[in-house]
């Protein structure tokens, strides 16, 4: 993604306002940080959350990456992908928490979206659940962040 290529191909998205989405692993996080920061004018939308090591727990550098990436602003965070990233037949609510409460400490109500991953999802939970999980952690949101994160962040990212 940092290859002159790609880049020059980024930079002609923006005159059709058109939207990236950065579909990567946690390792990449570095990598797409630098990419995004080189085109601040460019909207990217991070999906999966860059598909976090949740069955291991491995927590402590996506979360540096993370947060560093969520410092530029012209990224928004699909919150979708973690029940395939987590032990498919034993995954539990409590653990997708760490990395929520990451996510929105990061990106903020703003710039969170949801997104369901279906069907990839199927592999690990049905529709329902998988809606569940992000249904029960966003009951503390205010009204309007969780406007934001239901439907108003990809109305306005998308342009839709």
């Keep these: 993604m940092l ?4 880049k020059n191909n980024i930079a002609l998205m923006g005159a059709y306002d058109f939207v990236y989405e ?4 946690s390792d990449q996080l570095i990598y797409a940080n630098q990419l995004v920061s080189a ?13 976090p090591k949740i069955k291991s727990k491995e927590i402590k550098d996506w979360e540096k990456d993370i947060a560093e990436l969520a ?6 965070c699909k919150l979708s ?10 995954w539990d609510y409590k653990d997708f928490e760490p ?8 990106f903020g109500a703003e710039r969170l979206m949801f997104g369901s991953d279906w069907p990839v999802c199927n592999l690990a939970a049905d ?17 309007t962040e969780s406007e934001n994160f239901w439907a108003a962040n990809a109305i306005k990212c998308y342009h839709l």
Excluded at 3 to 6: E, L, Q, R
């Design 3 to 6: 290859i002159k290529p790609f």
């Design 22 to 25: 950065i579909l990567i692993h």
């Design 71 to 76: 410092k530029n602003e012209n990224v928004y």
């Design 81 to 90: 992908g973690m029940v395939t990233e987590a032990d498919w037949i034993n």
């Design 99 to 106: 990395y929520l409460d990451i996510a929105f400490n990061a």
């Design 39 to 51: 085109f601040p004018n460019q909207i990217f939308v991070l999906d999966h959350l860059a598909k």
């Design 127 to 143: 529709y329902q659940h998988t809606t569940q999980i992000l249904e029960k952690y966003t009951t503390s949101l205010t009204k």
